[in-house]
T-cell receptor, first 115, second 111 residues
């Protein structure tokens, strides 16, 4: 099976702009989670989508939003970009059965630089 | 909130040395535990996982980890490291529908 794919791989934006990142999960996986990775804060959970609904949400401001489509592909949007949003954004997919014994598989990430 | 602590920020070893990376978590309930590895220029990959049963779990590339419930620990071990094990290692705990990660341990192995 193909792994999790993310596009684009690199992005450069300026403060105040907005950005949309895309994630395609492993075939058959219905849950998509997003994480932000920075040197200062490490890996932090943003949100999780399952069946086109947000099922879990981390402690990020409302500028960070997402959605999931009927084919399980997901997008993440960040509006009014700030310098501190520069990070590696990781997408992970899992089968999404909702049980505890699930494994998340990660994509290569989108590296966002905000100038 | 759940917290995950990795005791070592950077570990430097020579090839053939033994490795143990510490990981402790704070949640007292039932958890699933993972170790992920990030090789230079590559994405996060699953090394091993613990859901239930035998607390000693074996993963890929000769890695193993031991879950000690009384100590809230899930330490990663490898008897003999190789240069190709140079990478960043992340401990993660799954609970309440999400993964909580430690800050990572950078392992450098000298040939």
């Amino acid at each position: 099976k193909a792994g999790v794919t993310q596009t684009p791989r690199y992005l450069i934006k300026t403060r105040g702009q907005q950005v949309t990142l895309s994630c395609s999960p492993i075939s058959g996986h219905r849950s998509v989670s997003w994480y932000q990775q920075t040197p200062g804060q490490g890996l932090q959970f943003l949100f999780e989508y399952f069946s086109e609904t947000q099922r879990n949400k981390g402690n990020f401001p409302g500028r960070f939003s997402g959605r999931q489509f009927s084919n399980s592909r997901s997008e993440m949007n960040v509006s009014t970009l700030e310098l501190g949003d520069s990070a590696l954004y990781l997408c992970a997919s899992s089968e999404g059965q909702g049980g505890r014994q699930e494994t998340q598989y990660f994509g290569p990430g989108t590296r966002l630089l905000v100038l | 909130a759940q917290s995950v602590s990795q005791h070592n920020h950077h570990v430097i070893l020579s090839e053939a040395a033994s490795l143990e990376l510490g990981c402790n978590y704070s949640y007292g309930g039932t958890v699933n535990l993972f170790w992920y590895v990030q090789y230079p220029g590559q994405h996060l990959q699953l090394l091993l996982k613990y859901f239930s049963g035998d607390p000693l779990v074996k993963g890929i590339k000769g890695f193993e980890a031991e879950f000690i419930k009384s100590k809230f620990s899930f330490n990663l071990r490898k008897p003999s490291v190789q240069w190709s094990d140079t990478a960043e290692y992340f401990c993660a705990v799954a609970t309440l529908g999400r993964l909580y990660f430690g800050r990572g341990t950078q392992l450098t192995v000298w040939p």
